[in-house]
C-alpha cells in the first residue's frame, strides 16, 4: 500500500463498513453499502438503476445484485419503466425510508459526533471532500 490520498480515503470507506457491521444488532442489519443505496435513492427516486449507479459511482451489475435482497425484503421496489421496457425504475418503500432513517442516519449522526468530540475537523473534512469529489468529477 502506497499510503496515498486515493488509499487512505479507501481505507476510511471500508472502515465506515466495518462500523456498520460492528454496531449492527443481528443477521438482518443492513450493510453500509445498503445504507448507501437507500440513502441515496431517497435523494433521487424513483430511478432508473443506471441512474442509481452513477450516483453511487458502481457498476450497473453491482446495483442489480444490491437490488435483489433489499427487493426481497421490501425496502425498494423495481418495476419495468413505462416509457422504456427494458429499463427498470427503482423506488425505496416506506420500509426502506424506515429502515435507512433507523439505521443509517443515526450511524451517520453517530459518526459525526465521534470525529468531532475527537477535535476532528468534520465541516472543513465535509467541505474538502466534496470539492476533492467535484474536481476528480470534472
Known sequence: MDDGLADLLHRVVFL????????GDGPGDLTYSQLRLLGTLEDIQPATQHRLA??????????SRALGPLEAAG????????????????????AGRK????????????????LQQAGFPYDRYLADTAKLAQLLKD
Open 16 to 23: 465506515l463498513g466495518e462500523a456498520a457491521r460492528q454496531r
Open 54 to 63: 452513477q450516483a453511487l459511482l458502481v457498476s450497473d451489475p453491482a446495483v
Open 75 to 94: 425496502l425498494v421496489q423495481v418495476t419495468q419503466d413505462p416509457d422504456h421496457g427494458r429499463r427498470r425504475l427503482v423506488t425505496i418503500t416506506e
Open 99 to 114: 429502515a435507512f432513517h433507523d439505521g443509517g442516519k443515526p450511524l451517520y449522526d453517530q459518526l459525526r459526533t465521534y
